[in-house]
């Protein structure tokens, strides 16, 4: 499955659960921003590796949303620390998809670990996440989505033509805040 399917799976179902999505730099908040741009799309461009922990972060502001993370495979290699974390706090409302094409995509496809030994589903499980699933096709990514813990999508390597974000980061993060509202505060 190419990763643009992929992203527009992702973006459908994110629409239709209203959840807050926050994607990884590059080129799949690129994609992600080509085929489903809306306010509770938050497009990193920059930090690499902080897309789950931003997730994490936004699940436990809001915690009445759906929050989805995107990264991709040599993100959460570069912050596999987030993983123990997310198992940590096990929010309800939390997804982290893992966009696996087993390369730096964005960079110019220099393999990662994942493309030799690494197994990101098993390094999630053991670092203590509850629920962990594999998907390889556009259905099994659907079916995925709804619930929480990590979703690890096996794409192929490769970019979509599509354009560059058109917004400013300060457009990006007004309207995400606009949309995602203020943090619950608990009495």
Not at 112 to 141: K, Y
Request: charged share 20%; hydrophobic share 45%.
């Amino acid at each position: 499955m190419k990763r643009l399917e992929a992203i527009t799976v992702i973006a459908e179902e994110a629409t239709s659960l209203e959840a807050l999505v926050v994607g990884n730099i590059g080129f799949p908040s690129r994609e992600l921003f080509a085929v489903g741009d809306r306010p509770a799309n938050f497009y990193m461009l920059g930090s690499m590796g902080l897309a789950s922990s931003i997730g994490l972060g936004l699940a436990l502001a809001c915690p009445d949303e759906k929050v989805i993370a995107i990264d991709g495979d040599g993100a959460v290699l570069m912050n596999m620390g987030s993983l123990a974390t997310i198992a940590d706090q096990d929010p309800d409302n939390y997804l982290l998809i893992v966009l696996d094409n087993g390369c730096y995509g964005s960079t110019g496809s220099q393999p990662t670990c994942t493309s030799r030994r690494a197994d990101l589903g098993r390094i999630a499980e053991g670092a203590g996440i509850s629920e962990v699933r594999i998907a390889a096709t556009p259905v099994e990514v659907r079916a995925g989505i709804a619930g929480k813990g990590v979703l690890v999508v096996k794409v192929e390597i490769g970019n979509a033509d599509v354009p560059v974000i058109d917004l400013s980061p300060e457009e990006i993060i007004e309207r995400f805040m606009v949309r995602s509202g203020p943090p619950s505060r608990s009495s």
